[in-house]
């Protein structure tokens, strides 16, 4: 079996004042854009052989896998799947709010019009389906945000609901996942 790499996208105004930013869609901060430059240039300097780079419709997402492909020239595509879950009426509160960490661990929970866990995990368990049966001719990178990291470690992980809840990963980190 294959394997496929995740990066989560650079810096946003939102991360830098610990606000939940979801399915809103927010602009890298410049540190934002120097990361995402960064990673391109340590997947060069680290001989990471990747075919093509899918990333999340939400500017964020897209400026990253952007800074990425013109450093790198690794092609890439849009994948509405890899969209952040919206967190309803959390999006723009902060990140550690009481009442948004409690709803945080209650899979069925959308959030007063956003998008419940459960659901997230279903999305990006069906894609992560079909990368895995193309995964021994072609190696992506996913490049897409914090929610999905969790929902990306379940697929692989037995996670307690707390652990979910909790797990995340920095702007512009790559990890590596194999089937």
């Known amino acids: ?11 946003t105004v ?8 979801g399915a809103t869609d927010i602009e890298l901060t410049e540190l934002g ?7 391109g240039k340590a997947i060069l300097e680290q001989g990471i052989k990747i075919d093509e780079i899918i990333y999340s419709p939400l500017i964020r997402a ?6 990425v492909s013109e450093i790198t020239g690794i092609p890439m595509r849009e994948e509405m799947r890899l ?21 945080k661990t209650n899979f069925v929970n959308s959030y007063e019009g956003g ?26 990178l996913l490049v897409a945000h914090n929610g999905i990291s969790r929902a990306i470690q379940s697929y692989f992980c037995d996670m307690t609901n707390e652990e979910f809840a909790k797990f995340g990963i920095k702007n512009c980190e790559i990890r590596k996942f194999e089937f």
């Open 62 to 67: 897209k400026e990253t896998a952007r800074h």
């Open 33 to 39: 854009h120097q990361q995402a430059e960064e990673l």
């Open 83 to 103: 969209k952040e879950q919206n967190f309803g009426k959390y999006e723009g509160t902060p990140r550690n709010g009481e009442e948004f960490q409690k709803a």
């Open 1 to 11: 079996m294959g394997h496929f790499y995740f990066a989560r996208h650079g810096q």
């Open 14 to 21: 939102w991360n830098v004042e610990n606000k939940i930013c």
């Open 115 to 140: 998008e419940s866990m459960l659901k997230l995990c279903h999305r990006i368990y069906n894609l992560l389906d079909d990368i895995k049966k193309e995964s021994d001719e072609k190696t992506y």
